[in-house]
């Protein structure tokens, strides 16, 4: 089986997958244009097979080669219609020119279900020149054609004024990532699944299934990324993951594809090279998050001059349902805060990214400055201010539990890459000190 074939099958699968998704995790509202979507999916999975199989047919499979060509051109249209259907059905204008096009779908599949002769003269299954179909560029053809453009037409312009009128912007967003989508996809259909065809390149037809497929993918990603849809059952979050990682593979594997051919001018790659390329982006997707969270957490401490507070919050919120040793996570916040130092100061304890050359005394006269009621920053007396003179430090706050008792301290020593202490610093701090409160796990501090 050629590598086109597999990536047709493997994307086809993908794009029903998807559909089936948005259908299971739609709310009740958006059910309807749901269902639209998933059908629309179903003829691409048609479209696409029937593609992937004709083009890797025997040559003494003419006997089953009509219908594969048949369910090349009716799943087209079935996924155009559905696309109208998916867009602009809530409109009464829409649904008019949907059952407009579903009518005239239907009249040409049956013309062609009933007489093929109206479409191709012959066909050819060669394992040397590849499988083709001599098209007749005659009224069927053009009325497929025309059909084609006048659909998606207007399911790009219902795309586009279903995006302006949508109050809900999350939704927007989803509309325009379809939009360019399908607009570059159908470009590309209309170039080598419509004109090159029936001028005589039959083996380009892949090119159109592949990338409509690519298309619906990214809208999955997109219905994902804007939360158009519910992703809380633990399976359909698995899921989610697997359709998009698995589409990353495909999208890798068409890359490859089309590299080596340009490179080494061969039509396809053999088994072994599949195989290995195939490993080696398994192993790259299983290795995504890994390489993700370093990757965050070296730009979190890299970037000197500003402070990746998503990612420092992200790290707190997972710190919080384990037991977190203070230590470390001074060290964590003097990193990706960028200060030279941070330390708790906890039942008369010091904890710091670092060691301290304090003395019991000047860490006795710290824990008991004043506390505000309205600031959790505590202004240093002339004993505490030597004292952090001498050591470096720049600011201490307060350390306060649900109930806004305070519990302990945290220090702050000099920013990196400044001279001075900026409020803005300050107002970073303060945007984490309450949750760094509830991930120190204070009663068990307390009780040793």
Same mark, same amino acid.
């Given at each position: 089986m050629s590598l086109i074939s597999i990536l047709l099958i493997a994307t086809a699968i993908l794009t029903v997958s998807a559909g089936l998704f948005s259908v299971v995790g739609s709310s009740k509202a958006d059910r309807g244009r749901s269902i639209w979507l998933l059908a629309s999916n179903i003829g691409a999975v048609v479209w696409a097979i029937s593609i992937g199989i004709y083009l890797i047919l025997p040559v003494d499979a003419e006997s089953v080669a009509p219908i594969i060509i048949t369910g090349i051109y009716t799943g087209a249209m079935l996924m155009s219609i559905a696309l109208l259907g998916h867009m602009a059905w809530k409109?009464?204008?829409?649904?008019?020119?949907?059952?407009?096009?579903?009518?005239?779908?239907?009249?040409?599949? *049956?013309?062609?279900?009933?007489?093929?002769?109206?479409?191709?003269?012959?066909?050819?299954?060669?394992?040397?020149?590849?499988?083709? *179909?001599?098209?007749?560029?005659?009224?069927?053809?053009?009325?497929?054609?025309?059909?084609?453009?006048?659909? !998606?037409?207007?399911?790009?312009?219902?795309?586009?004024?279903?995006?302006?009128?949508?109050?809900?912007?999350?939704?927007?967003?989803?509309?325009?990532?379809?939009?360019?989508?399908?607009?570059?996809?159908g470009i590309l259909s209309a170039t080598f699944d419509l004109l090159l065809p029936v001028m005589g390149r039959y083996d380009l037809i892949w090119v159109g299934p592949l990338s409509v497929s690519i298309a619906m993918l990214a809208y999955f990603y997109g219905i994902l990324k804007y939360r158009i849809i519910s992703v809380s059952a633990r399976w359909l979050r698995v899921m989610a993951y697997g359709v998009i990682l698995s589409a990353g593979a495909a999208i890798y594997m068409i890359l490859f594809y089309i590299?080596?051919?340009?490179?080494?001018?061969?039509?396809?790659?053999?088994?072994?090279?599949? *195989?290995?390329?195939?490993?080696?982006?398994?192993?790259?997707?299983?290795?995504?998050?890994?390489?993700?969270? !370093?990757?965050?957490s070296v730009r979190s401490m890299i970037t000197v001059g500003q402070v990746d507070i998503a990612y420092v919050v992200k790290?707190?919120?997972?710190?919080?349902? &384990?037991?977190?040793?203070?230590?470390?996570?001074?060290?964590?916040?003097?990193?990706?805060?960028?200060?030279?130092?941070?330390?708790?100061?906890?039942?008369?304890?010091?904890?710091?990214? &670092?060691?301290?050359?304090?003395?019991?005394?000047?860490?006795?006269? !710290?824990?008991?400055?004043r506390s505000s009621s309205r600031d959790i920053w505590q202004v240093p007396n002339k004993t505490v201010q030597k004292t952090f003179d001498d050591l470096h430090l720049r600011a201490v706050a307060e350390l306060r539990n649900a109930k806004g008792k305070p519990f302990g301290q945290l220090v702050v020593g000099k920013p990196l890459g400044k001279s001075t202490f900026e409020r803005r610093d300050l107002l970073q701090l303060e945007m984490i000190i309450n949750l760094v409160a509830t991930v120190i796990d204070s009663e068990k501090h307390l009780r040793a």
């Open positions: 409109y009464l204008w829409g649904k008019i020119a949907t059952i407009f096009f579903a009518i005239w779908g239907l009249v040409l599949a *049956v013309l062609l279900v009933m007489d093929h002769g109206i479409l191709y003269t012959s066909f050819t299954l060669s394992n040397t020149t590849g499988n083709t *179909v001599e098209l007749i560029n005659g009224w069927y053809y053009w009325a497929y054609t025309i059909f084609f453009v006048l659909n !998606i037409s207007a399911f790009l312009a219902a795309t586009y004024y279903h995006a302006k009128k949508d109050s809900r912007k999350r939704v927007r967003k989803g509309d325009y990532i379809l939009l360019c989508g399908l607009t570059i996809s590299i080596f051919t340009a490179l080494f001018k061969i039509p396809n790659p053999s088994t072994s090279v599949l *195989v290995l390329n195939f490993i080696m982006i398994v192993i790259v997707l299983l290795l995504m998050p890994v390489i993700q969270e !370093i990757t965050a790290k707190l919120n997972h710190l919080a349902t &384990k037991n977190v040793d203070l230590r470390d996570l001074a060290g964590f916040l003097a990193d990706h805060l960028h200060f030279a130092y941070i330390g708790f100061i906890i039942n008369g304890r010091l904890y710091g990214s &670092k060691s301290l050359a304090i003395s019991p005394a000047e860490l006795s006269s !710290i824990t008991h400055l």
